[in-house]
T-cell receptor, first 113, second 111 residues
């Protein structure tokens, strides 16, 4: 039981390049989330999904797109990377229903030059 | 959404209890208090949550005041591995379980 797995763990991009971050969970969770964390700050919610085929915007969605084609996977895309998107990205998942705790992956460290 | 206030940092001696305070004076009646922690370079880890009764699990205890305007997370016997940033979060209303993270408290457990 791996929990929440994020791929890749590290990546360096040039401005304008595109890439996709993958989040996979094996806990059969309905809900999945993408956060970013910048130095000295707490996590901020980018997008989330309450089920396969559904996504919604969080606090800081601009510049990102997401897809949830399969229940176990939640993809975060950067179409044209910008230096302001240099951050650590965390994925999380939880069961459906009120007050279910979120389980987090170990993050993807993304640098955009 | 209720906002939380935590001290930016605290120290605790190894083996002693660590008591981490959190103020949430605007909390609504049906909003839960959650605690997560983040050890350096790792993803946040769920610790405990509660509504109005005190809660205890294998990791910690949560004490919520009767008026629900503040709470305290207690680590009964802190170890060096408990050094982390601790986040007190009031869960956003609705069915999506979204969390709004603040900047948390950096707990440094000293040998």
């Amino acid at each position: 039981n791996a929990g929440v797995t994020q791929t890749p763990k590290f990546r360096v991009l040039k401005t304008g390049q595109s890439m996709t971050l993958l989040c996979a969970q094996d806990m059969n969770h309905e809900y999945m989330y993408w956060y970013r964390q910048d130095p000295g700050m707490g996590l901020r919610l980018i997008h989330y999904s309450v089920g396969e085929g559904t996504t919604a915007k969080g606090e800081v969605p601009d510049g990102y797109n997401v897809s949830r084609l399969k229940k176990q996977n939640f993809l975060l895309g950067l179409e044209s990377a910008a230096p302001s998107q240099t951050s650590v990205y965390f994925c999380a998942s939880s069961y459906q229903g009120a007050n279910q705790p979120q389980h987090f992956g170990d993050g993807t460290r993304l640098s955009i030059l | 959404d209720a906002k939380t206030t935590q001290p930016p940092s605290m120290d605790c001696a190894e083996g002693r209890a660590a008591n981490l305070p959190c103020n949430h004076s605007t909390i609504s009646g049906n909003e839960y208090v959650y605690w997560y922690r983040q050890i350096h370079s790792q993803g946040p880890q769920y610790i405990i949550h509660g509504l109005k009764n005190n809660e205890t699990n294998e990791m910690a205890s949560l004490i919520i005041t009767e008026d629900r305007k503040s709470s305290t997370l207690i680590l009964p016997h802190a170890t060096l591995r408990d050094t982390a940033v601790y986040y007190c979060i009031v869960r956003v209303r609705g069915a999506t379980n979204k969390l709004i993270f603040g900047t948390g408290t950096l707990l440094a457990v000293q040998p």
